[in-house]
Antibody, heavy 123, light 109 residues
Framework: QVQLRESGPGLVKPSQTLSLTCTVS??????????WTWVRQRPGQGLEWIGY???????FYTPSLQSRLLISADESANQFSLTLRSVTAHDTAVYYC???????????????WGQGIPVTVSS | EIVLTQSPGTLSVSPGERAALSCRAS???????VAWYQQKPGQAPRLLIY???TRAAGIPDRFSGRGAGTQFTLIINRLEPDDFALYYC??????????FGQGSKVEIK
């Protein structure tokens, strides 16, 4: 079965760039009908959908982060990544990667999640 | 962007009773592509329901979803201690962003 695992720094300084990676095991990021998604959760807050990269390279970012965000994929490593520039304390959150499988009707939604990685933005 | 509003914010229920959580969308959700997730403290969310009413793999039949258009409901029958948690709805239809509701907490009465 597909499993996801986030990795990256737990602490980033304000104005710097946050880079996180999600490693996929038990499946391939190039598998048809898959959208590889990032979700975050600020302390004490709800879930915030950030964006995705699909199996064919299509990306979509939530409008509030679009100007600072890049989601990319590395098929050879079976990983996808999040890069968020110019971070502030407002970006402090637990970041989750998740799989959105669209190969059925109805699609499954976010059916596989990583365990989450806490990121603090602080000097 | 579709806005999802969940209610109530907190629901106090006794074990063995029934809980009903509402999720209202600001516009019609195409295909009724609404999912429900459960989240416990310190854990990642878990998919419960997709397509408004289909249970995800391994989810007990005490959990059910219904609704269409702009109004969706998650029903939890015969609440067990493990069910006291946060619940989120999400739409994933038509155009992204595929937003979440703000969450509803089910607590022990």
């Amino acid at each position: 079965q597909v499993q996801l695992r986030e990795s990256g720094p737990g602490l980033v300084k304000p104005s710097q760039t946050l880079s996180l990676t999600c490693t996929v095991s038990g499946g391939f990021i190039s598998s048809a009908h898959h959208q590889w998604t990032w979700v975050r959760q600020r302390p004490g807050q709800g879930l915030e959908w950030i964006g995705y990269i699909s199996y064919d390279g299509e990306t979509f970012y939530t409008p509030s982060l679009q100007s600072r965000l890049l989601i990319s994929a590395d098929e050879s490593a079976n990983q996808f990544s999040l890069t968020l520039r110019s971070v502030t304390a407002h970006d402090t959150a637990v970041y989750y990667c998740a799989r959105d499988f669209r190969g059925t009707v109805p699609p499954h939604g976010l059916d596989v999640w990583g365990q989450g990685i806490p990121v603090t933005v602080s000097s | 962007e579709i806005v999802l509003t969940q209610s109530p914010g907190t629901l106090s229920v006794s074990p063995g009773e029934r809980a009903a959580l509402s999720c209202r969308a600001s516009e019609t959700v195409f295909g009724n592509y609404v999912a429900w997730y459960q989240q416990k403290p310190g854990q990642a969310p878990r998919l419960l329901i997709y397509g408004a009413s289909t249970r995800a793999a391994g989810i007990p039949d005490r959990f059910s979803g219904r609704g269409a258009g702009t109004q969706f409901t998650l029903i939890i029958n015969r609440l067990e201690p493990d069910d006291f948690a946060l619940y989120y709805c999400q739409h994933y239809s038509s155009s992204p962003p595929w937003t979440f509701g703000q969450g509803s907490k089910v607590e022990i009465k």
